[in-house]
């Protein structure tokens, strides 16, 4: 048995959980539900960001003092996290007292490679860090990503010397040790790398008051990356527990707005700190609406409970881990949304679970042996951890099921009173669909499970309700 670990990016609490924070969520838990099928044990984080100016702002703007809006809000996303049927083993939030003593010894541990100087330059507060004149140049004077124009800022910080660490890291990424997908994102982050300069690791407490005291230095606070890159280590206990039988992380899922940090800073941080990194950092893109970035000021923002509630849980990551490319950008419609349920999930799947509980149900079948085989093409895209090729590679067999059904008509076999002919084709079928349905179970373990409890009951029996009730498409 392997020891795995697996973590998801810290979204900031100022906000609600969106479609982002939720393939997060499902890329990672398919990977561990697979990993887990394998006999693996596995170690399964997320958590929450809960420092900085954003969050005091918005605990303002809301009238509630900051450590119940923290509370309130971290707990919107941990109940997310539940809400998608996720297997999430340690959730952390930066604000747990455990955590911001970690951090400071972190801080001590790395201070060989910081120092302080003073800043003089541009600033997103939307993305809490410093752009260069560079990326200053290129962007008009305006951040791509909040649509707002960057600050400028003049302040005594205390930086992390990058530079200190660029050869090291170059290398792990060229030779896949650090391994970034996919594949054509390693190039991004190794261009970006060159230009790296020295980060920022601190603020000055009149300018951020909210967040961790930098050892040795009440004026200063704490900046974004040591307070929340370092919860994937201090969740499991360091630097005061041995974390060598989980770290380093199998993979570490994100998305691809953050993968310059997780590419760049926190092995920067690592190396300081003597630790391996991560064999694996998984970038996704981004779920856009109608060819759009989700935006409030468009109006065009999906709310993830509202397309959970259409249809429910086993619907909303049936489409998201099939019909999103695991690596890239994604159009949600609801149109597309209605269609994967109604004539995919509805009628490939549910209809056929129908049909053969049927089937089997007339000749009192049931006690049916099965002893799960996993295809090697299969394996290898989980592997890859490319989940919607291998999902697509699962539900081929759903439609091979159905079209054997077709060709082999099972209702002709009881018509001409071919019982054992019968009843051997049934058993071949509901072995087809167990063994399909194990593919599936990383994907849709609600109705896998269901499944799996029809087809190996004692005496199978035709659901009362089906799985997935075919729907009234609605205008949206």
Not at 174 to 189: C, G, H, Q, T, W
Request: aromatic fraction near 12%; charge should be negative; hydrophobic fraction near 35%.
């Amino acid at each position: 048995m392997k020891k795995v670990y697996l973590t998801t990016a810290i979204p900031y609490v100022n906000g609600r959980p969106h479609l982002g924070h939720a393939m997060d969520y499902l890329l990672a838990d398919a990977y561990a539900r697979y990993e887990k099928l394998k006999g693996n044990e596995v170690r399964f984080q997320a958590g929450t960001d809960e420092h900085g100016n954003k969050i005091s702002k918005k605990a303002e703007e809301a009238g509630i003092e900051i450590h119940e809006f923290v509370d309130k809000n971290s707990a919107v996303f941990r109940d997310f996290t539940k809400q998608l049927g996720t297997s999430v083993t340690d959730f952390i939030r930066t604000t747990d007292e455990d955590h911001k003593r970690r951090c400071r010894e972190i801080w001590k541990k790395l201070e060989p490679h910081i120092y302080k100087s003073e800043y003089e330059g541009w600033y997103c507060e939307g993305c809490e860090r410093f752009v260069t004149q560079k990326e200053f140049d290129t962007n008009n004077g305006k951040c791509p990503d909040h649509n707002k124009k960057y600050e400028k800022l003049k302040e005594q910080n205390y930086y992390l010397k990058i530079a200190d660490f660029k050869d090291e890291i170059r290398e792990k990424i060229e030779s896949d040790k650090m391994k970034i997908l996919p594949e054509f994102r390693k190039n991004e982050v190794l261009k970006l790398l060159e230009d790296s300069p020295d980060v920022s690791m601190s603020r000055p407490k009149e300018h951020l008051s909210w967040g961790v005291e930098v050892p040795g230095d009440e004026n200063q606070v704490m900046y974004v990356w040591i307070d929340a890159l370092s919860n994937y280590i201090t969740v499991l206990g360091y630097p005061e527990e041995d974390i060598a039988d989980f770290w380093p992380a199998e993979v570490q899922f994100v998305g691809k707005d953050v993968l310059r940090f997780h590419a760049i800073i926190w092995p920067a941080m690592l190396l300081g700190l003597g630790l391996p990194l991560p064999k694996v950092l998984h970038s996704h893109g981004h779920i856009l609406a109608n060819g759009q970035k989700m935006s409030k000021s468009i109006g065009n923002v999906v709310d993830p409970m509202e397309v959970l509630e259409r249809y429910g849980l086993t619907a909303f990551r049936y489409y998201f881990l099939r019909h999103a490319d695991t690596f890239l950008d994604h159009d949600f419609t609801w149109d597309q949304y209605d269609d994967a349920y109604n004539n995919e999930l509805a009628n490939d799947l549910g209809n056929l679970v129908q049909r053969l509980a049927t089937l089997c149900q007339k000749q009192n079948l049931g006690g049916i042996s099965f002893s799960p085989k996993v295809s090697p093409i299969y394996a290898e895209e989980m592997d890859k951890l490319y989940f919607s090729k291998a999902f697509d590679y699962a539900w081929k067999k759903i439609t091979e099921i159905n079209r054997k059904i077709d060709e082999t008509k099972p209702w002709a076999l009881a018509k001409e009173n071919k019982i054992d002919e019968l009843k051997s084709l049934l058993c071949e079928l509901v072995d087809d669909l167990l063994q399909a349905n194990q593919l599936l179970k990383p994907f849709i373990p609600e109705a896998t499970e269901k499944i799996e409890q029809i087809f190996t009951a004692e005496e199978i029996m035709r659901p009362e309700v089906p799985l997935f009730p075919k729907k009234q498409l609605e205008e949206t």
